[in-house]
């Protein structure tokens, strides 16, 4: 599986973006997905995960304002993210793993995932 993330930019505190993350192979749908960032001089940090089937879960850093989901007809998960605030900078990448997680918080763990996107940098002005 490849994965090709797109969307980022530069955007004004308080305005939107949305990222998309675009995966080959005819079995996108039995993938879960997530969202992960990553800050100048930060770690990796897990920011939104869509399951395989389609529950999801948010770091409580974007709770509220981000929302990922995903359209499996064109094999693509989504990061909408609103009221961008200056602290959500970073190269934002998206993930796949292939097994299936009864709990759903285990997909924090950026070890479990199969597969990762190359990143595009989003870049929210104060």
């Known amino acids: 599986v490849q994965l090709q993330a797109s969307g980022g930019g530069l955007v004004q505190a308080g305005g939107s973006l949305r990222l998309s993350c675009a995966a080959s192979?005819?079995?996108?749908?039995?993938?879960?997905m997530a969202w992960f960032r990553r800050a100048p001089g930060n770690e990796r940090e897990f920011i939104a995960v869509?399951?395989?089937?389609?529950?999801?879960y948010y770091a409580d850093s974007v709770k509220g304002r981000f929302t990922i989901s995903r359209d499996n007809a064109k094999n693509t998960v989504y990061l909408q993210m609103n009221s961008l605030k200056s602290e959500d900078t970073a190269v934002y990448y998206c993930?796949?793993?292939?097994?299936?997680?009864?709990?759903?918080?285990?997909?924090?763990?950026?070890?479990?995932?199969?597969?990762w996107g190359q990143g595009t940098l989003v870049t929210v002005s104060s």
């Open positions: 869509i399951d395989w089937s389609e529950r999801t």
């Open positions: 192979g005819r079995t996108f749908g039995s993938y879960s």
């Open positions: 993930a796949a793993d292939q097994g299936r997680k009864l709990q759903i918080l285990v997909y924090r763990d950026s070890r479990i995932y199969n597969y």
